[in-house]
């Protein structure tokens, strides 16, 4: 299957820093990125889609602002968290969306974990 | 009421038991379901996928889709220590990918020896 990764894969940093987070599809072009949020023992919250040489579409109640989203190239996204609170700790996950023949889905990377002191 | 619907468990079955997990759904519009595993501090691991109604298997996992009855299934034969894991169902109305996908809250199994 295709493979997504994340760098890095925990990062810890003092409140008001700003963290970036990069997404990388490794073995295939990804047009279209989603960035997620869980929270422990929660399911998925789907932050924004980001889609190549376009802004980011943002989900209701997600500062776009708060989460900056690049996604410059075919297997590359970055979600900036700027100034960031310790309510923000939380683990972050991106997925890339994967289309063979008439089937699409998406294939997830494993996360990055955030923990603002 | 929640437009997708998923047990939290968790559920705790011993190795080589059949597993079953579900997930019903209220939004009649979803037409592609899939079923991800996630191992704990891990990102999802697409397991199944599959359009509208019917069955699917790939080695000991079985998908069963009931549109009619708004109703999905993940069934795990020989159920092995190594599927501990929280499995979460996700569904679409249109294309799976390209398309935002609806989870359910996922179900944390446990195997045991």
């Known amino acids: 299957g295709a493979v997504v990764s994340q760098h890095p894969s925990r990062v810890i940093c003092k409140s008001g820093t700003s963290v970036k987070i990069e997404c990388r599809s490794l073995?295939?072009?990804?047009?279209?990125m989603f960035w997620y949020r869980q929270f422990p023992k929660k399911s998925l919250m789907l932050m924004a889609t980001s889609n190549e040489g376009s802004k980011a579409t943002y989900e209701q109640g997600v500062e776009k602002d708060k989460f900056l989203i690049n996604h410059a190239s075919l297997t590359l996204s970055t979600l900036t968290v700027t100034s960031a609170h310790p309510e923000d700790s939380s683990f972050y996950i991106c997925?890339?969306?994967?289309?063979?023949?008439?089937?699409?889905?998406?294939?997830f990377g494993p996360g990055t974990r955030l923990l603002v002191l | 009421q929640k437009e997708v619907e998923q047990d939290p468990g968790p559920l705790s079955v011993p190795e080589g038991a059949i597993v079953s997990l579900n997930c019903t759904y209220s939004n009649s519009a979803f037409q592609y379901f899939m079923w991800y595993r996630q191992y704990s501090r891990k990102g999802p691991e697409l397991l199944m996928y599959t359009y509208s109604s019917g069955n699917k298997e790939d080695g000991r996992f079985t998908a069963q889709v009931d549109k009619s009855s708004k109703y999905i299934s993940l069934f795990i034969r020989d159920s092995q220590p190594s599927d501990s894991a929280t499995y979460l169902c996700a569904m679409s109305p249109l294309t799976g990918g390209g398309n935002k996908l609806t989870f359910g809250t996922g179900t944390q199994l446990k195997v045991e020896l």
């Open positions: 073995d295939f072009q990804a047009t279209t």
């Open positions: 997925s890339a969306r994967v289309s063979h023949r008439l089937q699409e889905t998406q294939y």
